[in-house]
């Protein structure tokens, strides 16, 4: 017996072999996605800086500010008391064994110029101080005058940060040589560069948002703008053993952790250049990082970002457009999900088996100027990689060509071709849509006992758009089916349907399968 196979132009045209040695370790059940809410939390926190560094022209960095070097980036987790009556020990031994894995994660691929002793978070004069000495002509100038009696220390978002964790105070009198209330340094954190307050609470944001897995801010900079302390709130419902899927809770932790160190909107005028760094030179402040192009699009214009994007889309160099759902005027926190899809740093997280830490998340980490980069990992970004500049745009995604966006409404594939999917779209893609992945059963990786005639779920299977009828027979619509698939060298690859042997595969090509 004869059959027929049709597999139109995809993506295993270019990635093959990436696609072929992708390794799955992940069990999930069924397919999660959830929202960030990082731009509305971080408007609630209050951001506590060290005082201000006399300015000197555009200048940030005196010379001999950084002669460490760059070292990996050491983040302690503080896991706040009261965790335990909302989660049993083995759950709260699962949340802390994802941070782990996360903090691992970005100590891997983040450096930074290392804190000196033990970090030590500051306090805000405008909640301990009443008055400060303002006369110019006083040698207690700038110096707190009076306490204010209702101090009741500092807070993290909305948690109160221990007394340890700061440096201390002092008051003085108007000629006092010495200071009439002093308020010592706590012990500080020892051997960290950035400390992560985790809460677990059944927060209003939790309870209104069911999408919200877990939130995130910063609220401590260093003298540059780096972050030096930030907070995550996870809702304990997610963590729940019923609830809990580990890959799950890294990738959401992961996501809320980068912003926290320092990918916010709110941190994108404290970007720092320190390219002439190496030659002797300072680190200066950066032009504007976001603006808009001529569509109105705000993106990142920095240099690595442009260079790394540009590679990305076919060459030369363009900015990385940012999320303008909700933000029509004014530039967001995560990157475009049209343009973006798979990043860590889009709005609405796709599963974790769909979302990588990307080349472009890393290139605007580079730009910051606070953090050295390890750039040496697998770039498994495919949404959009040549496509051109307009890729994204939303009068340009009704084109099919590309094999990235669709029209319809019929099961097809996703572009990595790892799941089925459903033509779709969502109110962070305007209209334009995409194969998203089924909620459940679409997982062509993922072994099943119960499986469509001539269909093979399998580690190593893939989705091919397909019409398999018998030869002679009525043909079937074109939809996404699982095969198993083998790869042999850059754009040549193998397909096996249930009851056939390995038939070679042509890109682009109408193949004949043959049955015994």
């Known amino acids: 017996m004869r059959r027929r196979l049709s597999v139109i132009r995809t993506i295993f045209m270019q990635f093959p072999g990436w696609l072929y040695a992708l390794s799955l370790t992940v069990i999930i059940t069924g397919i999660c996605s959830s929202v960030c809410i990082h731009d509305s939390v971080q408007r609630e926190t209050v951001v506590v800086s060290p005082p201000i560094i006399p300015p000197h022209a555009s200048h940030l960095h005196l010379r001999d500010v950084h002669r460490t070097p760059f070292l990996p980036l050491r983040i302690t987790p503080w896991y706040l008391p009261g965790e335990s009556v909302l989660l049993t020990p083995t759950e709260s031994k699962k949340l802390q064994k994802a941070i782990l894995d996360v903090t691992r994660t970005v100590s891997s691929v983040l450096s930074v110029h290392r804190v000196e002793g033990p970090l030590l978070l500051n306090r805000d ?13 006083l040698p207690n100038y700038n110096k707190c005058g009076s306490l204010n009696k209702s101090y ?19 008051v003085w009198l108007e000629l006092g040589q010495e200071p009439s209330v002093v308020t010592p340094d706590g012990a500080g954190i020892p051997g960290t560069d950035f400390l992560l307050y985790v809460r677990v609470a059944q927060t209003e944001k939790c309870a209104t948002q069911s999408s919200v897995i877990a939130y995130a801010s910063y609220c401590q900079l260093d003298p540059f703008g780096r972050p030096l302390a930030g907070i995550i709130v996870f809702c304990p419902e997610h963590l729940k053993e019923e609830e809990y899927q580990h890959s799950h809770v890294v990738q959401v932790s992961l996501h809320e952790l980068l912003h926290a160190l320092g990918f916010s909107r709110n941190l994108f005028s ?9 030659t002797g030179d300072i680190c200066s402040s950066r032009s504007r990082v976001a603006n808009t192009d001529e569509n109105g699009q705000f993106r990142i214009y ?10 990305h889309l076919g060459g030369g160099s363009v900015g990385a457009p940012l999320e303008n759902k909700d933000f029509p005027h004014s530039a967001s926190s995560h990157w475009e999900a049209r343009v973006l899809q798979g990043s860590t740093l889009t709005a609405s997280l796709s599963p974790p088996h769909l979302t990588h830490l990307d080349i472009i998340t890393l ?19 495919v949404w959009g990689k040549g496509a051109g500049h307009s890729f994204g745009l ?15 409404s019929e099961i097809g594939c996703h572009h990595l071709h790892l799941d089925k999917g459903v033509c779709s779209t969502d109110s962070f893609l305007e209209g334009c849509r995409i194969y998203k992945p089924l909620s459940s059963g679409g997982e062509c990786w993922l072994p099943q006992k119960e499986r469509a005639q001539e269909e093979i779920y399998d580690q190593n299977s893939r989705c091919f758009f397909s019409n398999l009828t018998k030869e002679g027979a009525h043909q079937t619509k074109v939809k996404g089916r699982c095969y198993l698939h083998r790869c042999m ?24 399968v043959n049955k015994p």
Not at 394 to 408: E, H, L, Q, V, Y
């Open 125 to 137: 004069i405008e909640k301990f101080c009443h008055s400060v000495w303002r006369n110019s002509t």
């Open 152 to 170: 009741r220390g500092e807070t993290c978002l909305d948690i109160i940060i221990p007394d340890s964790h700061l440096r201390g105070f002092e």
């Open 270 to 278: 404290r970007w720092i250049d320190c390219d002439l760094y190496d």
């Open 302 to 311: 920095t240099p690595t970002v442009m260079r790394k994007m540009g590679e």
């Open 363 to 381: 290139a605007a980490f580079k730009d910051m100027g606070w953090y050295g980069v390890n750039t040496n990992i697998i770039d498994q970004l």
């Open 394 to 408: 939303p009068t340009k995604c009704n084109d099919t060509s590309t094999g990235f966006f669709c029209t319809g």
């Open 489 to 512: 060298a850059p754009n040549s690859f193998q397909v096996k349907v249930q009851g056939s042997e390995w038939t070679d595969c042509p890109p682009g090509e109408w193949i004949q």
